[in-house]
């Protein structure tokens, strides 16, 4: 059975820092491409990064330099660690996996975590 487990979500004031991680079981975590999503009060679940099987990254525009996200394939887990986050960073955060190549579409996912709250306040 899989599962994806997100956890570090929390309250920061904005301009602080968390680090985000999602621990996988049930698969063969090397073999698979792994993104987070974002979905913020009344709207729609958006793309913030991606990391395929060899490491490669990939970032939302609106990240701009403040995210790095990376994967512990020994530790089963994908990290987001998220700097100078802003209000309009108020989510919940969701990790995601689906085997071979990383895309941007949500639906292209095989399995989700339950998500973790972030909440930026001003």
């Known amino acids: 059975q899989v599962q994806l487990v997100e956890s570090g979500g929390g309250l920061v004031q904005a301009g602080g820092s968390l680090r985000l991680s999602c621990a996988a079981s049930?698969?063969?975590?090397?073999?698979?491409?792994m993104a987070w999503f974002r979905q913020g009060p009344g709207k729609e679940r958006e793309l913030v990064a991606t990391?395929?099987?060899?490491?490669?990254?990939g970032y939302a525009g609106f990240v701009k330099g403040r995210f790095a996200i990376s994967r512990d394939n020994a530790k089963n887990t994908m990290y987001l660690q998220m700097n100078s986050l802003k209000p309009d960073d108020t989510a919940v955060y969701f990790c995601?996996?689906?085997?071979?190549?990383?895309?941007?579409?949500?639906?292209?996912?095989?399995?989700w975590g339950q998500g973790t709250q972030v909440t930026v306040s001003s």
């Open positions: 049930g698969v063969t975590f090397s073999n698979y491409a």
């Open positions: 995601a996996a689906r085997r071979t190549r990383v895309v941007t579409v949500a639906s292209s996912y095989d399995f």
């Open positions: 990391v395929g099987l060899n490491g490669d990254e």
